[in-house]
């Protein structure tokens, strides 16, 4: 079955402490990217990877790192978590030749206190 | 200004009914415009393209408006089933595969 996979589902951390949310597709997409959707603001990317290697920032990167190693992973890593970071983290990705439909994981959310 | 504008709602409309929401967009050079259904703590799905010449999928009909840059989406005959948040999502001037998501309009359809 094609689809997006994100781990963990639910965390619950506190301010500092270091954690790495895990996506992975099997669609041999080469967009992914990751986003963050906050009551009142929608979906806002936060980094995006146009393939193996090749990563940018989007609109809200501050916080924020992210790896490309293999084309179906792309970790997103919070090196020193805040609460202004509790969220609901959305991991996707896409293809050209698929008519660039986005395909979304089912969601992080993401709790700091 | 916000590069994609949605009426938040939400949208009460009782079963059968026809209901349409619109979008507005302000970047014109945008080339790709879609529409999204995201359910309560879900993922965002997708749920139509929209093309210039207008396109329909079943009960769903959407239009695109370059001139005055705006989007709609058009259900008709209402199920419960068509509750939840519509996304009008365009491209990014930065990229063909940068999409920017509206913050969405919610439906509730009752019985």
């Known amino acids: 079955e094609a689809q997006v996979t994100q781990n963990p589902r639910y965390l619950i951390t506190v301010t500092g402490k270091k954690l790495t949310v895990t996506c992975s597709q099997n669609?041999?997409?080469?967009?992914m990217s990751w986003y963050r959707q906050d009551p009142g603001l929608g979906l806002r990317q936060i980094y995006y990877?146009?393939?193996?290697?090749?990563?940018d920032k989007g609109d809200v990167p501050e916080g924020y790192k992210v790896s490309r190693k293999e084309k179906r992973n792309f970790p997103l890593i919070l090196e020193s978590p805040s609460p202004n970071q509790t969220s609901l983290y959305f991991c996707?990705?896409?293809?050209?030749?698929?008519?660039?439909?986005?395909?979304f994981g089912p969601g992080t959310r993401l709790t700091v206190l | 200004r916000k590069e994609v504008e949605q009426d938040p709602g939400p949208f009460n409309v009782p079963e059968g009914a026809t209901v349409a929401f619109n979008c507005t967009y302000s970047n014109s050079a945008s080339q790709s415009f879609f529409w999204y259904r995201q359910d309560c703590r879900k993922e965002p799905k997708l749920l139509m393209s929209v093309y210039s010449s207008g396109n329909e999928d079943g009960r769903f009909t959407a239009q695109l408006n370059r001139a005055s840059q705006y989007i709609s989406l058009l259900i008709r005959d209402s199920k419960l089933s068509d509750s939840a948040t519509y996304l009008c999502?365009?491209?990014?001037?930065?990229?063909?595969?940068?999409?920017?998501f509206g913050t969405g309009t919610r439906l509730l359809v009752s019985p």
């Open positions: 996707a990705s896409s293809s050209l030749l698929q008519g660039n439909e986005q395909f």
């Open positions: 669609m041999n997409h080469e967009y």
């Open positions: 990877s146009m393939n193996v290697e090749v990563t």
């Open positions: 999502v365009v491209t990014s001037n930065t990229g063909f595969q940068k999409l920017v």
